[in-house]
């Protein structure tokens, strides 16, 4: 019994390498004109930061762009998208690179 618990506690943890393995980040540049003032970063980035995966964000207000860096395995583009528009701020990608 003991041993069967630890050859499926064994077999877990492989599992978690192998799909961590397969995870990719990427990061993609969002255009997002709607960005007139100085505030409206802040709600950009927070609302990106709440989606599932992101791990980074960086916002460059003067040009107008946000650069995402995202776990591929968690969320994709188009839920970034989605979680700017919803803050009232439409957005579209630039880019995509590994």
């Given amino acids: ?4 618990k630890i050859l499926l506690a064994g077999i877990a943890v492989a599992l ?7 995870a ?5 540049t969002l255009n ?21 995966g992101v791990s980074k964000v960086e ?9 995402v860096t995202f776990d591929d ?8 998208m989605k979680a700017t528009t919803n803050a009232g701020y439409p957005s579209q990608p630039e880019k995509v690179t590994k």
Avoid: D, H
């Fill in 16 to 22: 978690v390498m192998v799909a961590s393995a397969w």
């Fill in 1 to 4: 019994m003991k041993s069967t």
């Fill in 73 to 80: 395995a968690k969320t994709n583009t188009n839920a970034l």
């Fill in 24 to 28: 990719s980040f990427q990061t993609v």
């Fill in 32 to 52: 997002v004109s709607g960005m007139t003032c100085p505030a409206c970063p802040i709600t950009v980035k927070k609302a990106l930061e709440k989606v599932s």
């Fill in 59 to 67: 916002v460059r207000y003067e040009k107008k762009r946000v650069l």
